[in-house]
């Protein structure tokens, strides 16, 4: 079992900035990649950032250039810098992971809201 505890949300004006931890605890060991994951209002939930063991990313072409995903392995930690945010950023951001057997982990959600 993993478990997944965000922080970091908050309200911000557009055009600044805001970082999201993750911090993960259980069987870190088992875990093949993380990500961030958002769901707006109304909308599905979608991916915006992920990172493996080997620190390979991907980013969802609406984040790209300006949402950084890390990962501290020493701390059982990931990371979201968000910069540059726009009120189309606000939204429920969620932590996950996903072990080697395909199993995926939820955290319980930050909100992030940027103002105009």
């Known amino acids: 079992q993993v478990q997944l505890v965000e922080s970091g949300g908050g309200l911000v004006q557009a055009g600044g900035s805001l970082r999201l931890s993750c911090v993960a605890s259980?069987?870190?060991?088992?875990?093949?990649?993380m990500g961030w994951y958002r769901q707006a209002p109304g909308k599905e939930r979608e991916l915006i950032a992920a990172?493996?063991?080997?620190?390979?990313?991907l980013y969802a072409d609406s984040v790209k250039g300006r949402f950084t995903i890390s990962r501290d392995k020493a701390q059982n930690t990931m990371y979201l810098q968000m910069n540059n945010l726009k009120p189309e950023d606000t939204a429920m951001y969620y932590c996950?992971?996903?072990?080697?057997?395909?199993?995926?982990?939820w955290g319980q959600g930050t909100q992030v809201t940027v103002s105009s």
């Open positions: 996950a992971a996903r072990n080697t057997r395909m199993v995926d982990y």
């Open positions: 259980g069987i870190i060991s088992s875990i093949n990649a």
């Open positions: 990172i493996n063991n080997r620190g390979n990313t």
